[in-house]
């Protein structure tokens, strides 16, 4: 799958749309990791049975010569009771960062990968299988298309990303079961759903739930995926956005080649490469690229808070606002002591807040009714506001924040039509809940907001 709808040598900058100017964009560029489908004959057949428990599932391949587990995930089907609760697996997200080859696998964490029996392929080693769109191609562009038709390395479990003094180290797939490992441990029954079917079907995928779960960092969203979210939360739903930096990326997709999708990384933005001018168009749907802030649904629309800052995998602690104290907001807190640092801990980073943290913006779209109950503090020198957040160097683009600066925001709130929304603003908060064998403030946190979603129907 070469790169279409780039500029050709008779682009002349009047016109940015290629749909536009046809002639002016004559060009294919190929590369030799193009990839978009390994073309593998199919070797294993599995039926799920009628009835099957939704959730995430692993297949355990031997063959002798190497192991493997290749999830998956069950949907409910048709004729199956609907649980009240729904992950939203963010498998778009996996796959733009799928076999992304960070050239960290030498030193302590290829030690730390062998003492704990991780998963020992990292795509620093084995490239065979195509790159993520975060990385390069060999002539220096940035890598558009991600594909799920080939093995992906980063989408596995005890797959580890980063050597973490004070946890796991684990990010995407890995770092998702933090939260569906606690759903489990509370007794929550739930069900898993993916962005994909979430694009396919809309705000039908999610209507039969009563709350609905997002993942550490679902990142990557087309315009489908966003106005469902919105829409199950203004008809009443509850959305619970349990991760940092998401709603962020616009992706595009097409009906005919439904195992791609598409970046173009335009006009700002935190990236490791940058579209060319004239490049901002998707080839696969021809629709405009780039931040959702810019294509007119900031993240605060949709789960009432958005990227604002980052800094290395590193966590620290929320603390509690003057707001967080009114009655009608003290069941959130109940078993939490007033003066508690809330997620001090944690296997992500060694804190709840941090990483890539977001914000409560009313300019952005943060609804009125949400409040902010938590913000955090005592981030390290690594973390800085992101670009597009900036005007100049420490002027924001915006109004002024009561809870600005580099802190992560907790909100919460209700609206008259009984849509609710809670958000951790940040990556490692899940991290933090198997702490002291569940028994924490976080954990405690969001059991007491989940308890009061689901009374509430």
């Keep these: 799958m070469p790169t279409r709808a780039i500029r050709s040598s008779a682009w002349s900058g009047r016109k940015q749309d290629w749909k536009q100017a046809p002639h002016e964009y004559a060009a294919i560029s190929f590369h030799s990791d193009d990839l978009s489908d390994c073309g593998w004959e199919t070797t294993i ?40 609760i729904v992950f939203l697996a963010p498998t778009f997200t996996y796959m733009a960062y799928a076999n992304f080859a960070r050239g960290n696998f030498d030193g302590k964490l290829a030690e730390r990968v062998a003492a704990w029996e991780a998963y020992p392929h990292n795509p620093d080693q084995l490239g065979a299988y195509g790159y993520s769109t975060y990385s390069r191609h060999p ?31 684990m990010r995407h797939f890995p770092a998702d079961s933090h939260l569906t490992d606690w759903l489990e441990e509370k007794g929550y029954a739930f069900d898993v759903l993916t962005d994909e079917d979430l694009d396919r079907d809309g705000l039908a995928a999610l209507s039969p739930y009563d709350v609905v ?29 349990l991760g940092g930096n998401g709603f962020y990326w616009k992706i595009g997709r097409n009906d005919d080649l439904p195992h791609l999708i598409e970046v173009r990384r335009a006009e700002g933005g935190m990236r490791v490469w940058a579209s060319q001018p004239g490049e901002y168009y998707h080839q ?10 810019r294509n007119g649904i900031p993240p605060q629309k949709v789960a009432g808070v958005g990227f604002t800052a980052e800094g290395g995998f590193e966590g620290s602690y ?31 980073g060694g804190g709840a807040a941090g990483f890539e943290i977001d914000q409560a913006a009313v300019d952005l779209g943060t609804p009125d009714f949400a409040t902010v109950v938590a ?49 951790v603003g940040s990556i490692t908060f899940c991290g933090s809940l198997s702490h002291n064998n569940y028994d924490n ?12 979603f689901l009374a509430d129907d």
């Excluded at 696969?284 to 802030?293: I, K, N, P, T, V």
């Design 318 to 348: 929320y603390v509690r606002t003057a707001a967080s104290y009114r009655d009608d907001l003290a069941f959130l807190f109940e078993g939490i002591s007033p003066s508690e640092r809330i997620g001090d801990f944690g296997l992500s």
């Design 45 to 84: 057949r599995i039926v799920v049975p009628e009835g099957m428990r939704s959730g995430v599932y692993g297949l355990e391949i031997d063959n002798g010569a190497g192991k493997d587990t290749i999830p998956f995930y069950v949907v409910p089907g048709e004729r199956v009771e609907r649980q009240r």
């Design 375 to 423: 913000f955090s503090e005592g981030h390290g020198l690594s973390f800085h506001t992101t670009f597009e957040e900036l005007l100049l160097p420490g002027v924001f683009d915006g109004r002024p924040r009561e809870h600005g600066g580099v802190s992560a925001n907790i909100v919460y709130g209700k609206s008259e039509t009984g849509g609710g929304i809670f958000a």
């Design 284 to 293: 696969l749907d021809g629709e405009y690229g780039g931040l959702w802030r």
């Design 213 to 241: 779960l997002t993942g550490t960092h679902p990142e990557y969203h087309t315009r489908r995926t966003m106005e469902a979210l919105i829409a199950y939360r203004e008809s009443g739903g509850k959305l619970m956005y």
């Design 441 to 452: 403030n976080v954990s405690r946190l969001l059991e007491n907001c989940m308890r009061r």
């Design 139 to 169: 002539d220096g562009t940035g890598v558009t298309l991600s594909s799920r038709l080939r093995p992906i390395l980063t989408m596995r479990p005890r797959y580890l990303v980063y050597f973490d003094p004070n946890g796991s180290g």
